[in-house]
Nanobody
């Protein structure tokens, strides 16, 4: 089991950028696929982005493709989510998640991940 701590959320204006960080501790970081999900009240957790454990292959949800970039720094045990051209509809609590050796077909499904961070609020004003 790993522990995850997110940081970097905040209040920004539409069109601004924000970078979220998630530091992972507890086990071998490189064996974990990492994902970002987001959730607003009354809605299901939505897949945002994920990065595969066995290489830097990244996957994105349709609503963020071309605007968000996920990356990982294995030396720092950290995964990042760079969010550009933010829109009011990006407003949500963003969660970082880790899954041990998840396959590519599992990355978009939140139930695939065993470990979650506490979440960080991102608010985009119009």
């Amino acid at each position: 089991q790993v522990q995850l701590v997110e940081s970097g959320g905040g209040l920004v204006q539409a069109g601004d950028s924000l970078r979220l960080s998630c530091t992972v501790s507890g086990e071998t970081f490189t064996f974990y696929s990492l994902g970002w999900f987001r959730q607003t009240p009354g809605k299901e957790r939505e897949f945002v982005a994920a990065i595969f454990w066995a290489g830097a292959v990244a996957y994105y949800g349709d609503s963020v493709k071309g605007r968000f970039t996920i990356s990982r720094d294995n030396a720092m045990n950290t995964v990042y989510l760079q969010m550009n051209s933010l829109k009011p509809e990006d407003t949500a609590v963003y969660y970082c998640a880790a899954g041990f050796r998840l396959g590519a077909g599992q990355l978009r499904t939140h139930s695939s991940y065993r470990s979650w961070g506490q979440g960080t609020q991102v608010t985009v004003s119009s």
